[in-house]
């Protein structure tokens, strides 16, 4: 049998973990009295203009968001490819609409004392345009809080 060090234990697949934090997230907005959808289209660049699709958005609140399931590795190292997912998603929420609320939502996921996103804010906070919002959310959907900007 293959084993993949990389795949999610527990999980069929990473993208089958990354849907189904999506549909938590889903859920945990509702519960907010923000109603998103899947794969929302919003032009986005600078000169010349693409569609993009964000993982939940709506435009009535105008909101995208980008949900990210990332942990600590196994081995409690960081994750710096995932990180990088996440600096490609600031660069998105730069280049969309003005009128958009932007969130990158994420799982809470903690190793000494420190959450995976309250490390990317410590590190890579520099790289986060303004206005944008780091949340993070139970796999579940059920609990979460915005822990940027507070």
């Not at 660069?91 to 932007?102: E, Q, T, V």
Request: contains cysteine; glycine residues 8%; charged residues 20%.
């Amino acid at each position: 049998m293959d084993v993949n060090n990389f795949q999610r234990v527990g999980s069929i697949s990473n993208a089958h973990a990354g849907r189904e934090f999506e549909q938590a997230a889903q859920l945990f907005f509702a519960r907010q009295g923000i109603d998103l959808i899947s794969n929302f289209g919003v032009e986005v660049g600078f000169a010349k203009k693409k569609i993009r699709k964000f993982d939940l958005g709506s435009s009535d609140p105008a909101v995208v968001v980008e949900c990210k399931s990332h942990n600590w590795t196994q081995g409690g190292n960081i994750p710096s490819a995932k990180i990088t997912v996440w600096n490609e998603s600031m660069l998105y929420f730069h280049i969309a609409p003005d009128r958009y609320r932007k969130i990158l939502l994420v799982l809470r996921s903690v190793r000494s004392n420190q959450s995976l996103a309250e490390y990317y804010l410590r590190n890579y906070g520099h790289l986060i345009p303004p206005g944008v919002e780091i949340w993070e959310c139970d796999a579940t959907g059920c609990s979460g809080q915005r822990i940027s900007p507070r």
